[in-house]
């Protein structure tokens, strides 16, 4: 049955389990039984899959630190360049003294760069969820969060940012000016001189016979 060693050569690196989950293999065997179609030694089922396996830890229970998660509706800011960005709190309340721990768990963050990119994330749950953290070892730590935030760009002063939906809709209106530009302009010189517009020798006069090209 399954070991923390490969079950085929005993190498202890880049482990899995088979589908059927009987054995424990490393990915050079797991190769070498595809290639030759061998089943699992115990159970005969043929071998399709490799299930990578992951070291997964819970978090330290000294680790007293509050974590929440931030989701972003249209893609992270760009925080690999070089400005600077600044995360706080925006208080709700006008009453400092009325501030606590549980009402400013619920306030907005901001989220702003030296650039005056700016964006605002309210809070979406408080349900405890947990989120993996990938260690230099390649173990995972499992963290506990207990807040989610959804961020949203803030328009800059005197502009408003658009949906997708709305983007869509403006582009087909100036589309449809534009076409309607184009036929008035059109009609106005076929009146101006007198030009009427031919039909093409592929499609068919007002007497059902289809044109011909002039000889």
């Not at 605002?120 to 260690?135: A, D, Q």
């Not at 289809?210 to 000889?215: I, L, V």
């Amino acid at each position: 049955m399954a070991t923390n060693k490969c079950n085929r050569c005993g190498s202890n690196t880049n482990l899995g389990l088979i589908n059927c989950r009987h054995e424990r293999v490393c990915l050079k065997c797991a190769k070498s039984m595809a290639e030759r179609k061998e089943p699992c030694r115990f159970c005969g089922v043929a071998f399709t899959i490799l299930h990578k396996e992951f070291a997964v830890r819970l978090c330290s229970a000294d680790d007293k630190k509050k974590y929440f998660a931030a989701a972003f509706k249209n893609g992270p800011p760009d925080f690999a360049n070089d400005h600077q960005w600044s995360l706080v709190k925006q208080s709700q309340s006008s009453d400092a003294n009325a501030i606590d721990a549980e009402v400013m768990n619920k306030d907005p963050w901001i989220l702003e760069n030296q650039e005056g990119i700016k964006y605002k994330g309210n809070l979406v749950g408080t349900s405890k969820r947990f989120f993996l953290e990938e260690e230099d070892d390649g173990s995972s730590v499992l963290i506990p969060c207990d807040h989610w935030f959804g961020f949203d760009r803030v328009p800059p002063p005197g502009t408003q940012l658009r949906t997708t939906e709305q983007a869509e809709q403006i582009m087909d209106k100036k589309r449809n000016r534009t076409e309607e530009t184009i036929q008035k302009r059109i009609n106005k010189r076929m009146r101006k001189t007198g030009q009427i517009i031919k039909p093409t020798p592929s499609t068919s006069t007002s007497t059902g016979e289809t044109a011909e090209k002039g000889t």
